[in-house]
């Protein structure tokens, strides 16, 4: 396809309120173990020269010396709703911008295990080798602590000094409030099964399937409602025979504590 250049495009809608943690969910992509893919931050809002964010994230690409490219897309909210966190209209500003063969549009405040982005790749390449495309979701869990401690209990790994895996050791994780499929997490070599639902999900699917769907519907604003109605109708071409929807059982996105965004229970259409 005309400009795609790689193999994943990691997306990420995020309001310049949650730069602090997105600084985070940057720095787990940083360091994993395949670097062959983008990440396309697509701001929520906020000053088109992003100035909360890119203070927090240029300096963390600057330490890595990543060679991972890193883009920005400004999205302005619609007039009169600008108080109101995750709209639609930023997750497709960022897909649409994006030039990976795959897309993973994931929110701002999960941290990655070093091997999610290799997985990830292996197991859509896996799935085509066996004739038909797949949708992955990963497993979901949650980082103890409270909003207001998470920033300081997570600065060692951000600068540093601490692994990934000796974070999670010295803090633990717990099943948190997403469908999440905690049960189903394998450690090891890449793994995914078939789903029936994805329910919510983080969806990494093949781009082919948001141009061909158009992305998210704009009239949903705030939490919830506007995710699941886009996994929805991933299950026409499931049920077409066209797609398999699968877990990617192998990765467990982490959700990093903070404070509920302003407008999360505003669920209806404009």
Known sequence: ?????????????????????????????????????????ATDGGNPAMPEIRQAIDPILEATQTKIPLRYVHSPRTRGQEDVAHRNHTRNAGWRAAKGRLIWLVGCDFLWPPHGAAHLIAEHEAAVARGKPAVFTPVMGSLPGRPGGWLAESRDYLNGEETFDEMIKRLGTRRGVFCGF?????????????????????????????????????????????????????????????????????????????????????????
């Open 182 to 270: 905690p049960n189903e997490h394998r450690r090891g070599a890449p793994d995914s099964k078939v789903l029936d639902t994805l329910i919510e999900g983080m969806p990494s699917c093949p781009r082919i399937m948001y141009e061909a769907l158009g992305g998210y519907d704009e009239r949903f604003l705030g939490w919830g409602g506007n995710n699941e109605e886009f996994t929805n109708r991933l299950y026409a071409f499931r049920d077409m025979g066209l797609i398999e929807l699968r877990l990617l059982r192998s990765v467990c996105l982490l959700h990093q504590p903070h404070a509920r965004p302003p407008g999360r229970a505003l669920n209806g259409k404009l």
């Open 1 to 41: 396809m005309l400009g795609v250049e790689t193999p994943l495009s990691v997306v990420i809608p995020a309001p310049p309120a949650r730069a602090g943690i997105l600084a985070r969910t940057v720095y787990s992509l940083t360091q994993q173990t395949r670097t062959d893919f983008e990440i396309v931050i």
